[in-house]
């Protein structure tokens, strides 16, 4: 069973900058894509981004694309969300998640099918 842990989240100001972390175990790293969402209060999950089995290729959506980046440490298990230029509009539960490394739509929740808990992420005006 694969399991996903989120940390780094916290309270910050907007134009700060904050680094998640996601730390798995109980599977084969290299065999998952890693995305990762966030969903605010009262309002749907959306897909944040994505980094394929290698950390070669990365995806990102649209309201964060050029402020954030996701990397990942194959040898530490870890993937990472850098998170700059933050704006309040991005205070969100941020997740993790893990998906078989043929998935095809890497921002489909639906094709993830190993979850973390969250962490919460908080961006002061």
């Known amino acids: 069973q694969v399991r996903l842990a989120e940390s780094g989240g916290g309270l910050v100001q907007a134009g700060d900058s904050l680094r998640l972390s996601c730390a798995a175990s109980?599977?084969?790293?290299?065999?998952?894509?890693m995305g990762w969402f966030r969903q605010a209060p009262r309002r749907g999950r959306e897909w944040v981004g994505a980094?394929?089995?290698?950390?070669?290729?990365?995806w990102y959506g649209g309201s964060v694309k050029g402020r954030f980046t996701i990397s990942r440490d194959n040898a530490k298990s870890t993937v990472y969300l850098q998170m700059n230029s933050l704006k309040p509009e991005d205070t969100a539960v941020y997740y993790c998640?893990?998906?078989?490394?043929?998935?095809?739509?890497?921002?489909?929740?639906?094709?993830?099918?190993?979850w973390g808990p969250g962490t919460q992420v908080t961006v002061s005006s």
């Open positions: 109980g599977g084969t790293f290299t065999s998952f894509t």
């Open positions: 980094i394929n089995w290698r950390g070669e290729t990365t």
């Open positions: 998640a893990a998906a078989p490394a043929s998935i095809q739509d890497v921002d489909l929740r639906y094709e993830y099918p190993y």
